[in-house]
C-alpha cells in the first residue's frame, strides 16, 4: 500500500532536516563565494550559488520537466549520483527520503561544494572523489543510478555505460546527455551488407559526433550524441529504455545481456595473462 502524502513528508522531514538556521546569511554568502564558481545554482538559506548562470536557473529547470517520472517516495532505496557536481540532484533524492545517497565527482571543487549544500541543508549525503571508470570499487549496486550530463565529457563514454551495467546500476538507470544533431529515430535491421551504406547518410541514424577541440568553450566536451545514438548506447550497454520524460532524460530499467556481447572489457596490464595465453 502506497504511503499517504502526509506519511511521505514526515519521512522527508526525519531523513533532511534544514540547518540553515545555524548559518546566518552572511556566512553562507561568504563560504558560497569562497569555493568558486558553481555550476549547479542552489538555493541555500535564500542564497543562490549560480544566480547569473548562462542556462538559467540550472538545473532546478531541467529537474522539473522529469522529477515526475521518479517515485516521490524513495524510502528505503539507495541512489548513487555520478557526476554529483555541487550535488543538486543528491539533495532531490534525499528530499524524497532515500535512506542512502551516495554523490561520486573527480572534482574536488565540486565535492566541497556539494558537501557545503549538503551541510547547510542537513541532508546525510556521502561523497567521494572517483571516477566512473572505477565504480566497480564500490562493490555494490544501488537501486537507482544517476547518470546525468556526464557522457559527453568521457572521451570512453560507451566503456562507462558497460561499467554502470556490470557493477552499479540495481534497477533503475536516470541518463541525461547533451544531444545535438536529428531528433528522429530510424528503425534499423539487426544486419547489413557490407554494401549497403545509404544508412549513414540518413538523418535518423544513430551518431557520436567528434568534439576534437572544444564545444561551448569546454575542452572536455568529447562526444555529442543525436536522439537515435542515445538510445542505441543504452540499449547496447543492456538498458531498457522505460520513459523518456524529457528530450534529453530516459529512464531506464537494466536488463541482463542475452545478446552474446561482451561488456566492459579492460586491456590487459603490463605481465598480466590473458585468456588467449591460458592454453
Not at 534525499?94 to 557545503?116: C, H, N, P, T, W
Request: net charge negative; glycine share 8%; with cysteine.
Amino acid at each position: 500500500m502506497e504511503r499517504s502524502v502526509q506519511n511521505v513528508q514526515n519521512v522527508r522531514n526525519v531523513d533532511h532536516v534544514d540547518d540553515t538556521a545555524k548559518w546566518t546569511r552572511e556566512q553562507i554568502q561568504e563560504r558560497v563565494r569562497g569555493l568558486g564558481q558553481w555550476f549547479h545554482n542552489i538555493d541555500l538559506g535564500g542564497v543562490k550559488t549560480a544566480p547569473d548562470h548562462f542556462l538559467g536557473d540550472y538545473p532546478a529547470f531541467k529537474w522539473k520537466s522529469f522529477a515526475h517520472a521518479i517515485p516521490a517516495d524513495l524510502t528505503g532505496k539507495t541512489v548513487l549520483d555520478i557526476g554529483c557536481n555541487a550535488g543538486f540532484y543528491s539533495l532531490e533524492m534525499k528530499r524524497r527520503g532515500a535512506a542512502r545517497v551516495l554523490g561520486i565527482d573527480s572534482d574536488e571543487d565540486y565535492l566541497a561544494q556539494a558537501r557545503f549544500a549538503a551541510e547547510v541543508s542537513g541532508a546525510d549525503i556521502e561523497f567521494q572523489n572517483l571516477s566512473v571508470y572505477d565504480v566497480g570499487s564500490l562493490g555494490e549496486r544501488f537501486d537507482i543510478v544517476l547518470f546525468m550530463g556526464v557522457l559527453y565529457h568521457l572521451r570512453h563514454p560507451l566503456l562507462a555505460l558497460d561499467l554502470l551495467h556490470e557493477h552499479v546500476v540495481g534497477h533503475t538507470l536516470v541518463f541525461q546527455s547533451m544531444q545535438r544533431g536529428s531528433a528522429e529515430v530510424m528503425p534499423l535491421q539487426e544486419d547489413y551488407p557490407f554494401s549497403e551504406k545509404r544508412m549513414f547518410d540518413e538523418a535518423g541514424y544513430p551518431r557520436l559526433h567528434f568534439v576534437e577541440h572544444s564545444y561551448s568553450h569546454d575542452p572536455t566536451n568529447w562526444w555529442v550524441p543525436n536522439r537515435a545514438c542515445a538510445e542505441a548506447m543504452l540499449r547496447s550497454a543492456g538498458f531498457e529504455v522505460v520513459n523518456h520524460p524529457e528530450p534529453e532524460v530516459y529512464i531506464c530499467r537494466r536488463r541482463e545481456r542475452a545478446d552474446g556481447v561482451p561488456g566492459a572489457v579492460y586491456p590487459a596490464r603490463r605481465g598480466a595473462t590473458t585468456k588467449g595465453e591460458q592454453g
